[in-house]
Every structure is written in C-alpha cells, then in structure tokens.
C-alpha cells in the first residue's frame, strides 16, 4: 500500500493550459505539503496545509491554487502554465508535533511545459 | 525559504569507503533530518537528531549535530552502490517548518 500517492507521474503539455495533480495519503497525518524541485534538484516548499486549513504559503504565482477537499487530500491545481513550471512536483505529509515532522513524499510528478 | 547549505555538493568514492556529507544552518532549531532521494524518487526519512543530542546511529548511519556550531554531518560506513543517491539536510524550527539544504549528490563506484 502506497502511504503518499499522486497522480499522474508525467504530464506533459503546451503552455497556457490548465493542469491538476492529485495526491492523497493513508497515514493519518493531519498536515500535508506541496513542493517544487528544480532541474538542480533544489527543494522548495509551496503550500502546507494543516487539518486543511492553508498554514503556509511561500511567494508562489496565484496560478497556483492548492485544494484540501479533506485531511486525506491536497491537490494542486495549475492554470495558464509557463514553460518556467516545468519540474518536479512533490507532496508530502507528516503528523505535527515535536519531534512528529517527519515528511513521507510522493513519488513525484515531472511535469514538462513545452 | 531555503537555509541550509550542504557540501559537498556532489561526491563521488569507490564502494567499502565512508562517505561524510555535512550541513549547516543558521537558525535554532528543533531537530535536524537526513533525507535519502534516489534517482527519479520521492525523498525518504533516514535519521532525526534532537537539538539536545549530540550523536545518533542507525545501522550503518552515524549523525553528529553540533549546536554551537549551527552543523551536522552524516557519515555512511561502508558505502554500497545502492546508497547511490541524494541526500538532504532539513532543519525544524520552532514554527516546526522544515526548513531544507541544497542536497549532497553521492555515487558510489563499484
């Protein structure tokens, strides 16, 4: 059983588009995290969220629109993509607490902008 | 935001050597994490140290946390082809935000 998934693991596509990934884990963790990777393998938080409530959310393009349907859930909804999107998406959730942040991340999502 | 600088950034030894990758940061922190990223993956929890320890172990992981010196290093013993890899630091801080370093791109030649 997969603890982090998200879907899909490619996606390619031509600028201007709309785009969605989903992700969703069954680990019970009450917070959940989107992050972008760059082509220098360089990690980037994005978005948190606890309990699906928004608790960060770094200088990030309004393009980007999280959504937490629940506390299973956190997906990323991309509009009008650019070519400077192009990367490696990943989610990630952990329990909050001291000591509790340890992250469990996805597989990942490579999107390609062209 | 990013605070946490890695070095090297890339290293490359021959299999059955150690291998020591370090960190530093600028913050107090909470604890401190290593994260392993093998090639096309999701990164993996490998060791969290507590701000008031000052060595861990875990298998053939040894951690060192150095507050006075904002710092740790990850030494893995006996290096095997498959700890070919990325490896990243993250720092907690006391908003429990991790914060993550650049990464330590490692290949193990056989």
């Known amino acids: 059983d997969t603890a982090v998934s998200q879907t899909p693991k490619y996606l390619v596509t031509q600028m201007g588009n709309d785009k969605s990934i989903k992700c969703e884990q069954n680990?019970?963790?009450?917070?959940m995290y989107w992050y972008k990777q760059d082509s220098k393998k360089f990690l980037k938080i994005m978005f948190s969220y606890n309990n699906k409530e928004l608790i960060i959310n770094e200088t990030v393009p309004n393009r980007f629109s999280p959504k937490s349907p629940d506390k299973a859930h956190l997906n990323l909804h991309i509009n009008s993509l650019e070519l400077g999107d192009s990367a490696v998406y990943f989610c990630?959730?952990?329990?909050?607490?001291?000591?509790?942040?340890?992250?469990?991340f996805g597989a990942g999502t490579r999107l390609s902008v062209l | 935001s990013q605070q946490g600088e890695e070095d090297p950034q890339a290293l490359s030894i021959q299999e059955g050597e150690n291998a020591t990758m370090n960190c530093s940061y600028k913050t107090s922190i909470n604890n401190l994490q290593w994260y392993r990223q093998n090639s096309g993956r999701g990164l993996v929890h490998l060791i969290l140290?507590?701000?008031n320890e000052r060595e861990k172990h875990s298998g053939r992981l040894r951690v060192t946390l150095d507050t006075s010196k904002k710092s740790s290093s990850l030494l893995i013993t006996a290096s095997r082809a498959a700890d070919t890899a990325s490896y990243f630091c993250a720092t907690e801080n006391s908003n429990y935000q991790l914060i993550w370093g650049a990464g330590t791109k490692l290949i193990i030649k056989p």
């Open positions: 680990l019970g963790h009450d917070t």
């Open positions: 990630a959730s952990s329990q909050t607490g001291v000591g509790k942040n340890i992250q469990y």
């Open positions: 140290i507590r701000s």
